[in-house]
């Protein structure tokens, strides 16, 4: 059975910085396009960063040149450094894989961006 294990979470101020892990087992990770996601009180979850097994990333918008993923496959750990943090940033951080089926969700982890 997969685990997903999400930690880094915090409470900063605007314009702070944090760095989240992910650290998956029970699973061939490095075959995986990894993502995160975040979901904010009363809204959808959303994917805000993806990364292919080579290394090719790609990221929403609201994110772009804020958030960098990468990944260390032999440390099945996906990693998402977050710059430049906004209040509208705060919300719950999860990571899975970005293909269908997903595996269960872990706990996430928390951020929180005061204004």
């Known amino acids: 059975q997969v685990q997903l294990v999400e930690s880094g979470g915090g409470l900063v101020q605007t314009g702070g910085s944090l760095r989240l892990s992910c650290v998956a087992s029970?699973?061939?990770?490095?075959?995986?396009?990894m993502g995160w996601y975040r979901q904010a009180p009363g809204k959808q979850r959303e994917l805000v960063a993806q990364i292919t097994s080579s290394g090719n990333t790609n990221y929403v918008d609201s994110v772009k040149g804020r958030f960098t993923i990468t990944r260390d496959n032999a440390k099945n750990t996906v990693y998402l450094q977050m710059n430049s943090l906004k209040p509208e940033d705060t919300a719950v951080y999860y990571c899975n894989r970005v293909m269908r089926p997903r595996y269960s969700w872990g706990q996430g982890t928390q951020v929180t961006v005061s204004s």
């Open positions: 029970g699973t061939i990770f490095s075959m995986n396009t």
